[in-house]
Every structure is written in structure tokens, then in C-alpha cells.
């Protein structure tokens, strides 16, 4: 058995966190200074925290290789199996032209640019970061409100922006269900708490938007909208991650966002000439005029009602306790580590959700969305093997990053750090969102930033009084906030509509936004870890 030290380097915890810091410090270096690949990044970040583990730490190299390959299968299954299989569905919908009807049908909705933002960038950017995530939001939302005639630049900024409350919750859960993970706290419990603190966002983000949009006068004449929308988002993304489903608290929150919006009679007014031709001084697409068949329309809508449905049937007691019964548990070989307290850790035994996981149920979704929509089995297959194909670094990129996260938290190096760290005391509750922030700035991950430093959040938590679910919860919530202006949003941004090379000057745009709306998490999380706001928490 290989049983964690705490002080394994010189008896000294200082210098022991300081090696420990190692990996860390190299993937955000290549990241963030090199600017080198995140795949790449990843895999030579895996490699120093196995030396470190090894040489420093003394981890048996057995031992130290199999919880990197216990990594790599969690990267795999589930995580990279959710996302692979969501952005199949979304890949059928391109292949039968689906997604363009839905397209004009969302054009169709208001003619107001600025109601036009919360419909494409907030409400179904949302529903898109639910089902894919990694870019797909930024890179679709910005495309759509494009071909509506906005500006590039002020389409790829709102794009950018409205992508931040549903990020804790997107791809299925994805970034929470790691977290819960890499952590060892239950899934309920930490989304629970990310459901108490990004709804907050969801609140002020749509009044954000319109503004963007329009200024003073936009935020003059659509508040009422922008708040109608935000509220029935948040309401809807607390109500589902605490009392329904992690996996559905972005598909319900956007759903909710959406028809609030429809409901509300002052969004469907006519916008004034003067609002349209300042705010849409792009080219607008011809074939917005198109008028689809009304079963067409219903067929496009007819893959994210079924993944609804699908989500909403696996929640059934009856049912979910059917899928758990294939869920396999196992003895992970080769492996055989305690903590510092000599107890074994959980990740001695690892568990495989066969049929229950996201991503199984999204593929079941994604079948029956090919019949509804037509696609033969033979086309269905090949978008499969393209997807793959399309997101092979992605998945290099999830893979190496998980490894390296149960390498450093096996070892002992996460909770070094985290002892080390939790000198901070009271500060930690501030400080917390910044970390969270600061990874997902140079991986462009929650997930990825979810992790590298959810232990080490857990870690510092227990040691400074402080509640382990509220830190790691900090760490997803403060991360969301980070995606606006990471390179790779930003480059996928730009791409999107056609401002290759520009990415410094949207940085300037969303910079602000960014930090402003960080400040605002870091004092939600203070004031929930006090009297002021603990009250919040579950």
C-alpha cells in the first residue's frame, strides 16, 4: 500500500507544495506564455506530475502509471462519451438542414435585435452548451446572429458574453460531474451548490446582452425582457440542479429562458427602424425570408424535446433504478493508495455507469432523433465517425488533463498543495473563484479547470474551516466567468465570423465583462460563506 506524506520533500510542506506545483505551473506556462496546444500542453503536463509523483513523492511507479490510466478511462467514459454523442445529434440536424430551419424560426420569433440576442446568444447558446459544449455555443450563436445582419464583432463579443451561466452545467453535467469526481463529494451536493450561485449570474447576464446590443437604450426600452428571461432561467437552473437533474439544468433553464421570452408581449412588438439600422449594420442572410413547412419546424425542434423527455424518463425512481442495475463496480488493478490518515482512498475501486451516464442516454436520444428527422443508419454511423474525428484533440486534450488530475490527487500532490494553500484562512472563500477563473482562462475548460483544482479547493477547504462543497462549488461558478476570454473561445469566436487574427481586440471588448462579473461570484462566495448568505446553502 502507498500511503500519501504530506511533507515528502526535505520534511518541509512548503517546498513540498512547490514541487507539487510542478504540473500545474507547466500547463499553464505552455498555455497561457507558449501558447501551445492544449493536447499537447496536457501530455507534457501529465509527464512531470508522474516524475514528480515518482521521484518526489515516492509513488511506486505501478501504482503512479494505473491512476493515470484511471484518469484516462474517466476521461473517456463519461466524459468524452457525453460530449461526443451530444454534438452527433447537433451534427445530424446540420446534415438534414434541420438546424437551419430552426435557424429562421428563431428569426422569425422578433424582429428586435436585441430580443434577437437573448433568443440565439442566451437562450439557445444555453441549450447548445447543454448538449455540446467546447465552443460549439460561441461558434453557432455568433454564425446565427450574423446571418440576422448583426456586426461581426458585436455578434462574436454577445456570443462570447452570454456564454457564461450555463457553462457549470454544460455538455450533460460534464464539468460538474468531474468535479464531484476528482473531489470524492457527492454529485447532488456540489451541483446543488453551483445551482445557488450561477443562477445569480443567469440574472444579470441577459441585461448585460441587451446592453451590448444597444447601450443605454437598450437596456432603456428591453429591460423588462432581458430580466423576464434571466429570471425564468435562473429559476429553472436552481429548480433542476437541486431538485431534478444535473444533466438537465441547462436544457430546462434554456427551455424556461426561451418561452418566457415567447410569453411576453413587449417582446414581440416591432422594434423601431432607428433600433434596427443602428444595430444590424451587417449583411443579413437572404434565406431568413424562407417560410418552412410547419411539420419540418416541428421535426426541428423535435431533437431537443427528445432529449428532454428521454433525461425526464431516466429520473423515474423505477426507471433509474433499472439503469444503475448495469453499472459496473471494480477493484481498479494496480492500484492500492491511503490517505495521509492511512484509510484507503476511493478511487481504489472505480465505477462504470454503463446505461445510467449521460452520454448513454444521449445516444438513445440521438437515435431516436434520426428517425424523427430521417437519417438513415448508414449517414447516422458516418456522422458518428466524423465527430470523433473532429473532436480527437478534444479528447486527447480531456484525457491527458483527467490523468493528469488523478496522478496529482493519488500521489498526494493536489492535497499538499491544498494544506499549503489553506494558510490563506478566510480568504480562501474569495480567492477560490479566482483559481477556478484563472483555468479556465488558459485551458478553456471548466471541466479541465474543475480537474486541476477541485481537490485542491477540498483540500484547503477542510483544512481552513471552511465548507468543502462551497470551495469546490467556488471553483466551477468563478471558472464560467473565464471562458470569455480564453484563447481558444476566442479564436473559435473569431473564426465563426471571419475575424481571424483579431482576437486581441474582442479580448479588450469582453476583458472587462469578465473581471467585473468575477468580482461579483468572489463576493457571492464570501457572503455565502458567512451569516450573510450562508443561508443559501443547501
Request: with cysteine.
Amino acid at each position: 500500500m502507498f500511503v500519501q506524506d504530506l511533507e515528502p520533500v526535505a520534511d518541509s510542506l512548503g517546498l513540498s507544495a512547490l514541487i507539487a506545483a510542478l504540473p500545474l505551473v507547466t500547463v499553464l506556462v505552455l498555455l497561457g506564455a507558449v501558447r501551445m496546444k492544449a493536447h499537447r500542453a496536457g501530455l507534457i503536463g501529465l509527464a512531470v506530475a508522474v516524475l514528480v509523483a515518482w521521484l518526489a513523492y515516492g509513488m511506486p511507479l505501478g501504482q503512479t502509471l494505473s491512476s493515470g490510466a484511471q484518469g484516462v478511462l474517466f476521461g473517456l467514459f463519461p466524459i468524452m462519451w457525453i460530449v461526443v454523442n451530444a454534438l452527433w445529434v447537433y451534427r445530424m440536424t446540420v446534415r438534414t438542414q434541420h438546424f437551419d430551419i430552426l435557424r429562421r424560426s428563431f428569426g422569425r420569433l422578433s424582429d428586435d435585435p436585441r430580443i434577437q440576442a437573448l433568443v440565439i446568444a442566451f437562450c439557445f447558446g444555453a441549450l447548445l452548451e447543454a448538449l455540446a459544449g467546447f465552443g460549439a455555443p460561441v461558434a453557432i450563436s455568433a454564425v446565427m446572429l450574423v446571418a440576422l445582419g448583426f456586426q461581426p464583432v458585436r455578434a462574436a463579443v454577445v456570443a462570447l458574453v452570454a456564454n457564461t451561466a450555463p457553462v457549470a452545467f454544460g455538455a450533460m453535467g460534464t464539468p460538474v460531474v468531474t468535479l464531484a469526481q476528482v473531489t470524492g463529494l457527492p454529485l447532488d451536493s456540489v451541483a446543488s451548490v453551483v445551482g445557488r450561485q450561477t443562477p445569480l449570474l443567469a440574472l444579470v447576464v441577459p441585461l448585460v446582452l441587451v446592453g451590448l446590443v444597444d447601450g443605454k437604450r437598450g437596456l432603456r426600452e428591453t429591460w423588462l425582457p432581458a430580466l423576464v428571461c434571466g429570471t425564468a432561467f435562473a429559476a429553472a437552473q436552481f429548480v433542476a440542479s437541486n431538485y431534478v437533474s444535473a444533466q438537465l439544468a441547462d436544457i430546462g433553464a434554456a427551455l424556461a429562458g426561451a418561452a418566457a421570452l415567447v410569453a411576453l408581449p413587449s417582446a414581440r412588438r416591432p422594434a423601431a427602424e432607428p433600433v434596427r439600422t443602428a444595430v444590424l449594420t451587417g449583411v443579413r442572410s437572404e434565406d431568413l425570408d424562407t417560410e418552412d413547412p410547419r411539420p419540418e419546424v416541428l421535426r426541428a425542434y423535435a431533437p431537443y424535446a427528445l432529449i428532454v423527455v428521454v433525461f425526464s424518463l431516466a429520473q423515474i425512481p423505477a426507471v433509474k433504478s433499472f439503469l444503475d442495475g448495469a453499472t459496473q463496480v471494480f477493484d481498479w488493478p494496480f492500484l492500492n493508495v491511503a490517505g495521509p490518515d492511512g484509510e484507503p482512498v476511493g478511487a481504489n475501486a472505480f465505477t462504470l455507469p454503463l446505461v445510467s451516464t449521460g452520454g448513454t442516454l444521449v445516444l438513445l436520444s440521438g437515435l431516436l432523433t434520426a428517425g424523427v428527422i430521417g437519417v438513415h443508419a448508414r449517414v447516422a454511423v458516418r456522422e458518428w465517425g466524423a465527430t470523433v474525428h473532429e473532436l480527437r484533440f478534444a479528447i486527447l486534450t480531456v484525457t491527458s488533463v483527467l490523468a493528469l488530475a488523478y496522478v496529482m490527487n493519488l500521489s498526494g500532490q493536489a492535497a499538499v498543495i491544498g494544506h499549503f494553500v489553506a494558510a490563506a484562512g478566510a480568504g480562501l472563500a474569495f480567492l477560490s473563484p479566482v483559481l477556478g477563473w484563472f483555468g479556465v482562462a488558459v485551458s478553456g475548460s471548466d471541466t479541465s479547470a474543475n480537474a486541476l483544482f477541485g481537490a485542491l479547493q477540498v483540500t484547503a477547504a477542510r483544512q481552513s474551516g471552511l465548507s468543502p462543497e462551497l470551495l469546490a462549488a467556488a471553483n466551477s461558478s468563478g471558472g464560467v466567468l473565464g471562458k470569455m476570454i480564453s484563447p481558444q473561445n476566442l479564436t473559435i469566436a473569431c473564426a465563426a465570423v471571419g475575424l481571424a487574427g483579431k482576437e486581441g481586440d474582442l479580448l479588450r471588448k469582453v476583458l472587462p465583462w469578465s473581471v467585473g462579473l468575477l468580482l461579483v461570484m468572489c463576493l457571492i462566495v464570501v457572503a455565502q460563506s458567512t451569516f450573510l448568505l450562508g443561508w443559501m446553502l443547501p
